[in-house]
């Protein structure tokens, strides 16, 4: 502490200089950590699956539907606890652009595959009676300003095209925050009676969950030797392979957002190190006076560093804070366009070490130049 005049008075040397290297630090750190948040996004839903799902597909293709008659040959299987099933509606909702997803349900077993998914029992109750009704994620009824008792129009562009109503008679909520809350359900009796005759019996997928999680590779290949050599074969895979190949055919998401994450941190690493580069140089016999007055080497390599660290230090709380204030609302604009964006504790206290290694990178170099300087050709310098 007993150098930090020094140090504040170097800072302070270039004042513009100093106020657009915080800002480019800020800027540049704020996008790492939005990186971050959007691969954690992407990514989330093979980290939270539960162990013991299992999701049951066709084999060419999850567009490609399900006999509904192989339900109760699934439920037979040993090690088989419930099962459910699903169905895609493509519906839209005013306009295109407010897209979410919207599943056909099978209310008997729904809750007890999902149980991290909330609904109050009594909305539930009123849901299983109202053949039109729907069930809403907090996200998407919060989004549209929904509340129980609305009615809720959806145009459908597959099965056939038409409008469909429906009553909004409950919402869910997930027990952690990384939960999906953008969904909406509706019953499977409902949607099976305004079936054209070619999709009646046809489920999109099945998802089911099993006594123990050790059980889940035998189950699921019990499954798809059942239905081997028949017209719909199927593929059976835990919920977090599912999630993982479900993310791989948007592209290599987790690929590009580590590319460009690298990018950001040597922009960062260059703007910094640039910066204390010019400063080392414009005080290059001042430094050198404070070696022939008696500072030792080390001292001088602690300064450097030192106001390093506090343009990183600085430049990375104001990133960061930013990244607080700013990453919620990016999250309720981008609504139903991407996952959930959450920023967690650990996503922050990984900005700030990344700002942290930067500035200790970026003053090293030029702190060892001004440590090893020698005095005299130091002081000849103009």
């Known amino acids: 502490m007993k150098f930090a005049r020094i140090i504040l008075a170097n800072l302070l040397r270039k004042k513009i200089r100093l106020f657009l290297t915080l800002g480019s630090f800020a800027v540049a750190l704020f ?11 992407f990514t989330r839903g093979a980290d939270v699956a539960g162990a013991d799902r299992l999701w049951v597909i066709n084999r060419t293709s999850i567009i490609n539907p399900i006999p509904l008659s192989y339900r109760d040959k699934i439920a037979r299987i040993p090690g088989v606890k419930c099962i459910t099933h699903d169905n895609w509606f493509g519906g839209i909702y005013q306009d295109e652009k407010n897209f979410f997803p919207q599943f056909v349900i099978d209310p008997e077993n729904q809750r007890q595959v999902f149980p991290e998914l909330i609904v109050p029992d009594d909305q539930w109750n009123a849901f299983v009676k109202d ?35 429906f009553n909004l008679v409950g919402i869910y909520h997930g027990k952690r925050p990384q939960d999906d809350e953008t969904q ?38 019990a499954i798809d030797e059942e239905f081997a050599n028949s017209a719909n074969e199927t593929k059976t895979e835990t919920e977090s392979a599912f999630a993982a190949n479900w993310v791989k055919q ?61 343009i990183a230090l600085i430049g990375g709380v104001i990133g960061l804070l930013s990244a607080l204030l700013l990453i919620p609302v990016l999250a309720k604009a981008l609504s139903g366009l991407l996952p959930n964006l959450i920023l967690s504790p650990t996503m922050l206290a990984s900005g700030l070490l990344v700002a942290l290694l930067v500035g200790l990178a970026s003053g090293l170099l030029p702190g060892l130049g001004a440590m090893h300087m020698r005095v005299v050709n130091a002081l000849r310098r103009v």
Not at 200 to 212: A, I, M, Q, S, T
């Open 250 to 310: 948007l592209g290599n998401i987790q690929f590009l957002i580590v590319s460009i994450g690298t990018i950001v941190f040597f922009t960062l690493l260059l703007v910094t190190g640039n910066t204390m580069a010019i400063s080392v140089r414009e005080r290059t016999s001042e430094l050198a006076v404070f070696k022939a007055i008696g500072f030792s080497d080390r001292a001088v390599l602690f300064f450097v560093l030192a106001e390093s660290l506090a």
């Open 131 to 165: 053949r039109q009704g729907v069930i809403a994620g907090a996200r998407t009824a919060e989004r549209f300003g929904w509340k129980i008792g609305d009615r809720i129009p959806l145009k459908s562009t597959i099965y056939g095209g038409g409008a469909w109503e």
């Open 31 to 41: 996008l790492f950590v939005f990186l971050a948040v959007v691969r954690d996004a």
């Open 184 to 221: 909406l359900w509706f019953q499977w009796d409902y949607y099976e009676e305004r079936m054209v005759q070619a999709y009646k019996g046809n489920v999109g997928w099945y998802v089911l969950r099993v006594e123990k999680p050790d059980d889940s590779v035998r189950v699921a290949k």
